[in-house]
């Protein structure tokens, strides 16, 4: 018939003048508005007879049918991955495809789906009609708003075999388990590195990059990841959400609460290969590693971080001042160490007279301990002596 033919030729143009009035999303041929519409109710009227999963569209449920079948005739060739029906396997096929014929008109992202391209607009859109009945977060599309929801539940139903370790949603527990394999199967070109999950390569690689395009209102700092702007923002808060449940000791990012936890445990599952000691940190075990290297970075110094502080030595800039007497120093730690004078607290006691400092005293040298007198007035004379000149050395320095 004439009329199929004319409906058919819309699926050829580029007119869509079928607009649905919810999300602005536009229809050659006005079925499929109609269609699209129960994709905004919540009524779903299809039902599966096997498994009494219901559906929006019958489409949506002619397609899940499928599963329940033993059929699988369509394979892909380069994955061996096989699909129930055909239009599976041809959308699956765009996957291994570099072709990416769907543009965006503002940022110029391509992409291999036209779903996908749907999606990436509602990124330039301001609109945020999910909203989180709970905490009032919104979200401009749905399924964040889904993913979002189950931080609000108590039910970890994924769990890992391998550490116990629990998850809200099955894609996640499945991305934790690469953290187990050896498997490194993504590699950056730059620097040989490799990674267990793709999503890690991605981010190491904008370490290789120049451009610093997350900016810091505050102090204009930037970041080449936007997630290391949003913890960079912990920063200037006052807000310390992270707890401690041993000491009550608050934290303003969760991994520094895991760091300090560590503290509390008597696990110390970092072993050094070279003289069996352990630690509780694997920074504390990196660290210590230096001590059998004879590696030096730089003159004198086998980590480079104790290069840049001996630096400052010989630099006349001193940005660190006092609030209370206005004296500078080169270094943060000499500044604390200097406010401590300002301050009434001595929590440093003598074990001897009760005596008490503001600053811990430098250790007694055993060959400072002189033989000809007994060891126990030994003790109490060189402590008092090295006790003498260390308050006169703290004096000269104010």
């Given at each position: 018939?004439?009329s199929?033919l ?7 143009s ?5 607009k649905c ?6 229809f050659n041929?006005?079925s499929?508005l109609n ?7 919540e ?6 007879d096997?498994?009494?999963k219901?559906f929006k ?5 002619n397609k899940?049918?499928?599963?329940h079948?033993a059929?699988i005739k369509?394979k892909c ?5 096989g699909?129930?029906g055909?239009d599976?396997?041809?959308k699956?096929l765009?996957i291994h495809?570099?072709q990416?014929k ?7 992202k391509t992409?291999k789906?036209k779903?996908?391209?749907y999606t ?15 905490c ?7 399924h964040y708003?889904n993913k ?8 970890r139903?994924y769990?890992?075999d391998?550490c ?11 991305r934790?388990?690469?953290t187990h394999?050896?498997?490194r199967?993504y590699?950056c070109?730059?620097?040989d590195k490799?990674?267990n999950?793709k999503?890690n390569?991605?981010?190491h690689l ?10 810091c209102?505050?102090c204009?700092?930037?970041f080449?990841?936007?997630s290391n ?6 920063i200037?808060s006052?807000?310390?959400n ?16 895991n760091s300090h936890?560590?503290i ?5 599952k970092?072993k050094?290969d070279?003289c069996?000691?352990?630690?509780k940190m694997?920074q ?6 230096f ?6 970075q ?8 104790s290069l840049?502080k001996?630096?400052l030595?010989h630099?006349e800039?001193?940005?660190h ?8 120093f080169k270094t943060?730690?000499?500044l604390?160490?200097?406010l401590?004078?300002?301050s009434e ?6 074990d001897v007279c ?7 005293p430098?250790p007694?040298h055993p060959t400072e301990i002189?033989?000809?007198?007994s060891?126990?007035s030994a003790?109490?004379?060189?402590t008092?002596s090295v006790l003498?000149?260390y308050?006169t050395?703290?004096?000269a320095t104010l």
């Open positions: 018939m004439k199929s004319i409906r058919h030729l819309l699926i050829h580029d007119q869509r003048k079928y009035d919810i999300c602005d999303r536009s041929v006005k499929n269609d699209h519409f129960s994709s905004h109710s009524q779903r009227k299809y039902k599966c096997v498994c009494d219901s569209g019958k489409c949506y449920l899940h049918i499928l599963r079948s059929q369509y060739e380069v994955c061996d991955k699909f129930k055909k599976g396997l041809n699956h765009i495809s570099e990416r769907y543009k965006c008109g503002l940022c110029d992409f789906l779903s996908y391209l990436h607009l509602f990124i330039h859109s301001d609109q945020r009609k999910y909203k989180c009945d709970v009032d977060k919104s979200f401009k599309e749905k708003l979002h929801l189950l931080i609000h539940s108590d039910k139903k769990k890992c391998v116990d370790r629990s998850f809200f949603r099955k894609g996640d527990l499945n934790h388990l690469f394999s050896e498997q199967k590699k070109d730059v620097c490799s990674f999950v999503s390569l991605n981010r904008f370490t290789h990059s120049k451009q610093r395009k997350y900016k209102d505050v204009y700092k930037r080449k990841v936007k702007l949003c913890s960079h923002l912990l200037h006052e807000q310390r992270y707890i401690c449940y041993v000491c009550g000791n608050s934290f303003k990012m969760k991994q520094h609460l936890l560590l509390h445990s008597e696990q110390r970092y050094c070279v069996d000691k352990r630690f694997k504390h075990l990196n660290k210590h590693l001590i059998h290297s004879h590696q030096r730089s003159k004198d110094f086998k980590e480079k971080g840049k001996h630096f030595v630099s800039q001193r940005k001042k006092c609030d209370v007497c206005d004296k500078s943060k730690s000499n604390n160490s200097h401590l004078y300002h607290q001595r929590k440093y006691k003598c009760d005596k008490s400092f503001k600053e811990k430098p007694v002189r033989t000809s007198i060891p126990s003790v109490e004379l060189n008092t003498a000149n308050a050395e703290a004096g």
